[in-house]
């Protein structure tokens, strides 16, 4: 038999043995995080690709459905091709024949550009007999004369221009004259009214005629020789900018012309888009601008472009193009519609600030006010936003305003009083005589000034003795103007008049007293 171990030894055999077995505890405690730690990495990598896949899958099914419709609508565009061909083709020959017969029966006394016309009927036949003699000249002779009827031309000219033999080459000679260049002002000084109303209106009367009538608004009966003409007309405007000074200093309705151009012959590029964003933020109080942004193909910038209004100060635009596109959820309306009628109180407060004319300043800033209000008021009312927005206090604070206005036009109405007082008081009352009011330099001079009276309880107290207003020495030339006499002159008249108007210094009395404004705009 062997010999027992010494119990000493067995101690030392055992303690190498527990720390390996903790140094393997360690180690597989280690190995278990780090296969977790792999483990969700391979997962997530694998989640990851899954819904990569996925993405992919979509796409690719949607780029197949988009391909099938492409091609069906090419293939639907292609089989229609002649029957649209035919249907030009006989609108051609019965527009023909319609002419011919108007040319035999032509009236000397119908050529009258300016004829009047009596009713809508008589206006539609007028545009017909130019529309169906291809008269481009005397037909932009009668619309620019007619811009009151504006309504009833835009009701009926895409009928009459329907008429036409060429309806788009026949627009585009139309507005010649004044688009993309104005010939006017070779011709004549006297007649550069503008017109831009009247090219906007054509063209956007010409897009219902030159739609296919089978494919519709993705094809657009023009000749290839009209198009290419449209072109270039696009191409010279383009060129005519920096005659203009530039983007910044175009006018607007020559802008509008210009876009819907683009728009009415389809000749929209896709290398302009920079051009035609800018062009369409210049002028974007316009209300067609924002369906021309659209159709332009400007969908995918709109919302920078509201962005940018919004950073210009230009919340009402902006809430017109939020509905045009469809952002209302991302760019809320009424807070919008709150910020610019802060702005606009902010510029009037400022307006007011004005030192040197007062009453001018407080005119101004009044109608600042108005303005923005009766555009959001309006705004409130065309997309129905009262529930949100009640506009109940906007209309008493705009009846305020006008109210205010109306109360300080009536000094104007007491002025044949005054003329009355003059003639009563002429032989010894208060007024000098009415025919004294002619030099703007009395009182304004180092000689001694006419007595002045004394204050007494009543006009009948006044002496007997003393004149009525001396004449005032030669120098003077004239007697001195009505008016011109002072509170502390006369105190007994201080309080007759209303409050102070801030009228100008007498001498430009007989100016005109109203100041001329520029038209703000608003819609």
């Known amino acids: 038999m062997g010999s027992i171990p010494d119990p000493g030894e067995l ?99 119908d050529d009258d550009e300016n004829g009047e016309v009596d009713d809508g009927d008589g206006l539609v036949l007028k545009l017909k007999s130019f529309c169906l003699r291809m008269d481009a000249s005397g037909f932009w002779g009668f619309i620019s004369g007619k811009k009151k009827e504006l309504e009833a031309l835009r009701a009926q000219m895409p009928l009459a221009l329907a008429d036409c033999v060429d309806p788009a080459k026949f627009v585009l000679e139309a507005i010649s004259e004044v688009f993309p260049v104005d010939k006017r002002r070779e011709k004549s000084e006297k007649n550069n009214n ?72 389809g000749v929209v590029k896709k290398e302009d888009l920079d051009l035609y964003r800018k062009l369409v933020i210049g002028s974007a109080w316009r209300k067609q601008m924002p369906k021309l942004a659209v159709s332009l193909g ?75 209000l009766r555009a959001v008021i309006k705004c409130i009312e065309e997309y129905k936003l009262e529930a949100e927005f009640p506009p109940e206090n906007l209309k008493k604070r705009l009846e305020q305003l006008e109210k205010i206005k109306a109360e300080k036009k009536k000094p104007a109405a007491v002025a ?29 001079s180092s000689f001694p000034a006419a007595p002045t009276f004394v204050r007494s309880p009543s006009h009948g107290q006044y002496p007997a003795a003393l004149p009525p207003y001396p004449s005032p020495p030669h120098v003077y030339g004239s007697r001195s103007p009505p008016y011109a006499y002072s509170p502390e002159a006369v105190p007994a008249l201080a309080g007759s008049y209303p409050a102070p108007m801030n009228y100008p210094a007498y001498g430009a009395y007989g100016n005109g007293m109203a100041p001329t404004y520029q038209q703000a705009y608003y819609r």
């Not at 009083?417 to 025919?435: D, E, H, Q, V, Y």
Request: glycine residues 4%; proline residues 5%.
């Open 416 to 444: 044949p009083a005054n003329k009355r007082t003059r003639t009563s008081n002429n032989n010894g009352g208060l007024m000098p005589p009415a025919k004294a009011g002619r030099l703007t330099n009395a009182y304004v």
């Open 11 to 109: 101690t030392e055999l055992a303690q190498p043995s527990f720390d390996e077995f903790q140094r393997q505890t360690s180690l597989m405690t280690s190995c278990t995080l780090l296969w977790r730690e792999l483990s969700d990495h391979f997962s997530y990598l694998e989640q990851d690709l899954l819904k990569k896949s996925e993405a992919l899958k979509l796409k690719i099914q949607t780029l197949d459905k988009e391909t099938k419709e492409s091609l069906h609508e090419l293939e639907k565009r292609e089989v229609s091709i002649d029957g649209s061909v035919e249907i030009a083709i006989g609108n051609v020959e019965k527009h023909k024949e319609a002419a011919l017969l108007v040319l035999q029966k032509v009236d000397p006394q």
């Open 194 to 265: 503008d017109l831009g109303w009247a090219c906007v209106l054509v063209l956007e009367s010409l897009i219902p005629v030159v739609v296919d009538p089978v494919a519709g608004k993705s094809r657009l009966l023009v000749t290839p020789t009209v198009k290419e003409r449209a072109k270039e007309i696009a191409e010279t405007w383009k060129a005519s900018l920096e005659e203009r000074g530039g983007i910044e200093n175009v006018k607007t309705p020559d802008v509008h012309t210009f876009l819907q151009h683009l728009v009415t012959f």
């Open 298 to 372: 400007l969908g995918d910038e709109m919302p920078d472009m509201i962005e940018e209004l919004i950073s210009k100060g230009q919340q009402l635009d902006a809430v017109h193009f939020t509905y045009e596109v469809g952002l209302v959820d991302k760019f809320r309306p009424v807070p919008l519609l709150k910020s610019f009628l802060k702005d606009a109180r902010k510029v009037a407060a400022s307006i007011l600030e004005d030192p040197n004319n007062a009453g001018r300043a407080a005119y101004l800033a009044s109608r600042k006010e108005q303005s923005a």
